[in-house]
């Protein structure tokens, strides 16, 4: 069979992220700071069995093995609205509607539907998930990249960017201001403001993908851009992936009461609502358990491999390698000296079962960012961590066209 598929479905780019998680899985031995998963300790396993168990002693089963509302379940978006208000102060109930997602990635995916017709662009960090691109890509919008200056997205240029849309094509701006993927850095509140007030004062929505904060180890969080949003311009997104169990899908979208009706009829087109099992489990654990303990207690579980990620990647030269210290989430971003062989210090890693992303994969134009690379310090063990950045260590040290060139000088002498 010929098949003819869409256009819409051709400008999706594969993500090798996913072709190459399934090797890895296929092969145990392998260390992977590739991908960002929770480790099994993450999980509050029997907490949530005693919950399910619990839901199945009701006489009333419709509760959660019924179809439910689009938006969400109630009980679920009643929890989730006092967390949201109180802790992370980024929903207003006067202002803003709340709606539960199918994981943030399908909350990025119905805003690219409500917002953006072909041609449209969105602007966005230039190295960014491989998520949110497909979704902009896939209805026909084009991602707008904006280097990173600092711990930003350069906002000279994102300024500049909107000055030159004479034909308002840019109609959204993508960011992970906190903990950003794959980076790791987090957005100052000034550069917040500033991205804010550009959009308002040109008609642009801001779309805030926020899925790792919660997870900070040092200093002290920064305000959400949703928190000062009194122009209806924000929509916030959330995710229990990261903070419950990634299997339950079960991510969240703060909109603007204007813009809420249009992006639930997008929702509605898509898969009716979501896992209502998960939303009821995931509300349970809110209300029975101390769920402000247990994201302390994930702070520090990954802490500790924060730190020591750390501690062993400052034995490594600065002239094979630096990296950006971030203050939290699940990742951060190591950069390769012009003195590295990439592909001889990939092919070591590949040998020796090693496996990091590179820093193309991660990038909107997948080029251009040959030296980067993205470490996960959540999944694997203490041992591990030790393990596997030493392994680095000497692929930068077998990579080092420096050490290679001296050698042969001395050869020749």
């Known amino acids: 069979?010929?098949?003819?598929?869409?256009?819409r479905i051709s400008k999706i780019k594969v993500n090798p992220l996913r072709a190459n998680a399934r090797k890895n899985m296929e092969h145990p031995d392998v260390i992977s700071f590739a991908y960002g998963f929770p480790p099994?300790?993450?999980?509050?396993?029997?907490?949530?069995?005693?919950?399910?168990q619990k839901l199945y002693d009701l006489d009333n089963h419709e509760t959660f093995l019924q179809y439910g509302p689009s938006e969400g379940h109630p009980e679920f978006l009643s929890v989730l609205g006092q967390r949201l208000s109180a802790v992370v102060n980024a929903y207003d109930s006067e202002a803003d509607e709340l709606m539960v997602v199918s994981g943030s990635t399908q909350g990025m995916d119905l805003t690219i539907k409500a917002f953006c017709n072909e041609g449209d662009v969105v602007i966005c960090e230039s190295q960014t998930f491989s998520g949110a691109v497909n979704s902009i890509r896939a209805y026909g919008?084009?991602?707008?990249?904006?280097?990173?200056?600092?711990?930003?997205?350069?906002?000279?240029?994102?300024?500049?960017a909107l000055v030159a849309d004479v034909e308002k094509k840019i109609k959204l701006i993508y960011l992970i201001p906190t903990f950003q993927n794959p980076l790791g850095t987090s957005m100052p509140l000034e550069d917040r403001k500033r991205v804010y007030e550009l959009a308002k004062a040109y008609g642009v929505m801001i779309f805030e993908d926020d899925p790792y904060g919660d997870l900070l180890y040092v200093g002290e969080h920064i305000p959400k851009i949703k928190s000062f949003d009194k122009?209806?311009?924000v929509i916030y997104s959330g995710s229990f992936s990261k903070i419950l169990a990634p299997s339950s899908r079960v991510g969240f979208l703060v909109i603007p009461k204007g813009a809420y009706e249009m992006i639930l009829l997008g929702k509605q087109t898509s898969d009716s609502h979501t896992n209502q099992y998960w939303q009821l489990v995931a509300a349970k654990f809110m209300i029975d358990?101390?769920?402000?303990?247990?994201?302390?207690?994930l702070r520090e579980l990954y802490k500790e491999k924060y730190l020591l990620m750390m501690d062993e990647l400052d034995k490594?030269?600065?002239?094979?390698?630096?990296?950006?210290?971030?203050?939290?989430?699940?990742?951060?971003?190591?950069?390769?000296?012009?003195?590295?062989?990439?592909?001889?210090?990939?092919?070591?890693?590949i040998e020796h079962q090693v496996a990091i992303i590179p820093g193309n994969v991660m990038s909107v134009a997948q080029e251009?960012?040959?030296?980067?690379f993205r470490l996960n310090f959540t999944k694997p063990t203490l041992d591990e961590i030790r393990k596997g950045i030493n392994i680095i260590n000497e692929a930068l040290q077998s990579a080092n066209l420096s050490t290679s060139v001296k050698a042969l000088e001395k050869e020749v002498m």
């Open 1 to 7: 069979m010929n098949y003819q598929f869409s256009n």
């Open 40 to 52: 099994e300790a993450a999980f509050p396993s029997h907490k949530l069995a005693e919950i399910s």
């Open 141 to 160: 919008a084009e991602p707008l990249a904006i280097p990173m200056k600092g711990e930003s997205i350069d906002l000279d240029l994102v300024e500049a």
């Open 231 to 233: 122009a209806g311009i």
């Open 289 to 297: 358990y101390d769920f402000e303990a247990h994201i302390d207690g």
């Open 316 to 349: 490594i030269s600065p002239d094979l390698m630096t990296y950006i210290k971030p203050a939290g989430g699940y990742f951060l971003c190591g950069k390769l000296s012009s003195t590295v062989d990439i592909a001889k210090f990939y092919d070591y890693l």
């Open 368 to 372: 251009g960012f040959d030296n980067y």
